[in-house]
């Protein structure tokens, strides 16, 4: 099972870096709903079902698997991680056939947790339908918690976009889709207060290139 390629010091690792970049590159990351995730984990394996805006979005999955101490898998793109081997031992396995049945064996007791992007494909979180494919709700068959998982990222005063999460209450494979558009109208309404990771160096339109501006053009008051 592809289980056996993860590695402990290879996942401490990813998380580490999942954490930095988001810091570094974006404008936090906003948790809401983050109680529903714990709870679920309590009381058995859980799939975290989320939509897929891009390419962050699986650093985020590692950076919150840090924050909930879960012992993961993440399903990709199979070209991902022949692209990129490291990855499975950071604990993402390509979406094929055969690694659904694989990764929903590895969902036999609590802590475990696999994140999945049922869209199968980067699409823009405004768009609807989302248009969901049924992998979740297999991996859910043998006891294991579906969470829904909306996933969207806003601009506010900074250059770089707040990572926004919202974590739903456990549903059934039928309702997952309004589950996950739900979220993101609820992300829509608001940035999550509640920071999880602090953005450590973005910056507004008062940097370095506004004040030489300044020094340089004149304001004027008049039109």
């Known amino acids: 099972m592809q289980q056996r390629r993860a590695h402990p010091f290879a996942v401490r690792l990813g998380r580490a870096y999942a954490r930095w970049r988001i810091g570094k590159e974006l404008d936090g990351l ?11 984990m309590a009381a058995g394996p859980v799939v975290f079902a989320a939509n897929h805006v891009g390419w962050w979005d699986g650093l985020l999955s590692m950076a919150l698997d840090d924050v909930l101490d879960a012992h993961a ?21 390509g979406l094929r ?21 049922p869209q199968g494909r ?7 339908p989302l248009g969901f494919h049924p992998g979740a709700g297999f991996l859910a068959r043998d006891g294991a918690v579906l969470v ?10 900074h250059s770089a976009p707040a990572a926004c999460v919202c974590f739903g209450e456990p549903v059934s494979a039928e309702g997952l889709e309004a589950a996950v558009s739900a ?3 609820r992300l829509d309404q608001a940035v999550p207060e509640r920071i999880l990771i602090p953005s450590r160096s973005a910056t507004t339109d008062a940097g370095f290139g506004a004040r030489m501006l300044s020094w340089f053009i004149p304001g004027r008051e008049d039109l």
Do not use: C, K, N
């Open 30 to 40: 906003h948790v809401d709903g983050l109680e529903h995730a714990l709870t679920a």
């Open 183 to 185: 979220g993101l109208e």
């Open 148 to 157: 829904p998982v909306s996933i969207q990222y806003v601009f506010r005063d």
């Open 122 to 128: 980067h699409r823009p979180a405004h768009l609807r």
């Open 73 to 93: 898998r993440t399903l990709v793109d199979p070209g991902t991680v022949a692209r990129l081997p490291f990855l499975r031992a950071m604990g993402f396995v």
């Open 97 to 117: 056939g055969a690694a659904l049945g694989r990764v929903r064996r590895f969902l036999d007791r609590s802590g475990r947790t696999v994140w999945i992007f």
